[in-house]
């Protein structure tokens, strides 16, 4: 039995490896017309024709978010995941995912952003930290009803980068929760049946999480939503070095020359 499973995660594994890289191709040539309507190199498109490039274009969005994980999830389970290393402040991070999942956040959904003024500085892989983010957003509004309030908070504390997600949607069971980050687990709810998904993008999002030293803590209840917590170490800055001390030269000492005198003069010093 373990022999078949061991197969069968193996043969998992190989799909979203092949599916992935075969999707990337016709997802370029395609993303690659969608920009020429877009900018009306194809001839000026009518107002129905510009609404129908947005939406296609966010559904192209979805399409490559997919690939990208699906290629993550290979690489992850092959052990050929390379992070790039860069410092980060993760408020610029969270905006950008919100940019990625404005077009995703229909039914009147209400996404917002609260960051602290001051710079939240972690070191990692910028398009992966990204990911998690534009995860744990896609899947609050997934899980939220319609005109749902979701809420992205940004936080630093004890030496660790702090970003919540919380939504106020249908909540999860006490016993799914062990359940919720394995790899292809989807959580079934009646109210929830018809959101889509491969089940790979909170799995991904935690091992992405601990890629770099960080994780991903939930706090859910029926009923009451749920806040994913993403937490990440916070970068070292890099003592910095100390200016060179120049020391100047001392100025010449006066040279002073004492001339002896008749004891019964005045005495006379001068300087030279």
């Given at each position: 039995?373990?022999?078949r499973?061991t197969?069968l995660e193996?043969t998992?594994?190989?799909?979203l490896?092949?599916?992935?890289h075969?999707?990337?191709?016709?997802?370029?040539?395609?993303?690659?017309?969608l920009?020429?309507?877009e900018?009306g190199?194809?001839?000026?498109?009518?107002?129905?024709?510009?609404?129908?490039?947005?939406?296609?274009k966010?559904k192209?969005?979805?399409?490559?978010?997919?690939?990208?994980?699906?290629?993550?999830a290979?690489r992850?389970e092959?052990?050929?995941l390379?992070?790039?290393r860069?410092?980060?402040d993760?408020r610029?991070?969270?905006?950008?995912a919100?940019?990625?999942v404005?077009p995703?956040a229909?039914?009147g959904?209400?996404?917002?952003?609260?960051t602290?003024?001051?710079?939240?500085i972690?070191?990692?892989?910028?398009d992966?930290?990204?990911?998690?983010i534009v995860?744990?957003?896609?899947?609050?509004?997934?899980?939220?009803?319609n005109?749902?309030?979701?809420?992205?908070?940004?936080?630093?504390a004890?030496h660790v980068?702090?970003l919540?997600?919380?939504d106020h949607g249908?909540?999860?069971?006490r016993?799914?929760?062990?359940r919720?980050?394995?790899?292809?687990e989807?959580?079934?709810?009646?109210?929830?049946?018809?959101?889509g998904g491969?089940?790979?993008?909170?799995?991904?999002s935690?091992?992405?999480?601990?890629?770099?030293?960080?994780?991903?803590?939930?706090?859910?209840?029926?009923?009451?939503g749920s806040?994913f917590?993403?937490?990440?170490?916070?970068?070292?800055?890099?003592?910095e070095?100390?200016?060179?001390?120049?020391?100047?030269?001392?100025?010449?000492?006066?040279?002073?020359h004492?001339?002896?005198?008749d004891?019964?003069?005045d005495?006379?010093?001068r300087?030279?």
């Amino acid at each position: 039995m373990t022999e078949r499973l061991t197969a069968l995660e193996k043969t998992k594994s190989q799909f979203l490896n092949l599916a992935s890289h075969e999707l990337r191709s016709p997802l370029g040539v395609i993303n690659g017309y969608l920009s020429m309507l877009e900018q009306g190199s194809l001839g000026q498109l009518k107002e129905s024709g510009v609404r129908a490039v947005e939406v296609l274009k966010a559904k192209t969005l979805e399409l490559n978010l997919l690939v990208a994980q699906m290629l993550d999830a290979a690489r992850l389970e092959d052990g050929r995941l390379a992070l790039k290393r860069d410092h980060l402040d993760i408020r610029q991070l969270a905006g950008r995912a919100m940019q990625v999942v404005a077009p995703l956040a229909s039914q009147g959904h209400t996404v917002t952003l609260e960051t602290p003024p001051n710079e939240v500085i972690v070191f990692g892989d910028a398009d992966r930290i990204t990911t998690i983010i534009v995860n744990l957003l896609e899947n609050a509004i997934n899980y939220s009803p319609n005109g749902g309030k979701i809420q992205c908070l940004v936080s630093a504390a004890d030496h660790v980068a702090i970003l919540s997600v919380v939504d106020h949607g249908v909540g999860i069971a006490r016993e799914d929760l062990p359940r919720l980050f394995n790899r292809f687990e989807r959580i079934e709810h009646r109210e929830t049946s018809h959101v889509g998904g491969t089940g790979l993008g909170l799995y991904l999002s935690r091992e992405l999480a601990r890629q770099h030293g960080g994780d991903i803590l939930l706090e859910s209840r029926v009923g009451s939503g749920s806040t994913f917590t993403l937490q990440l170490p916070l970068a070292v800055a890099a003592p910095e070095k100390p200016a060179p001390v120049i020391t100047e030269p001392e100025p010449a000492t006066p040279r002073l020359h004492v001339v002896a005198a008749d004891p019964e003069s005045d005495s006379e010093s001068r300087l030279a």
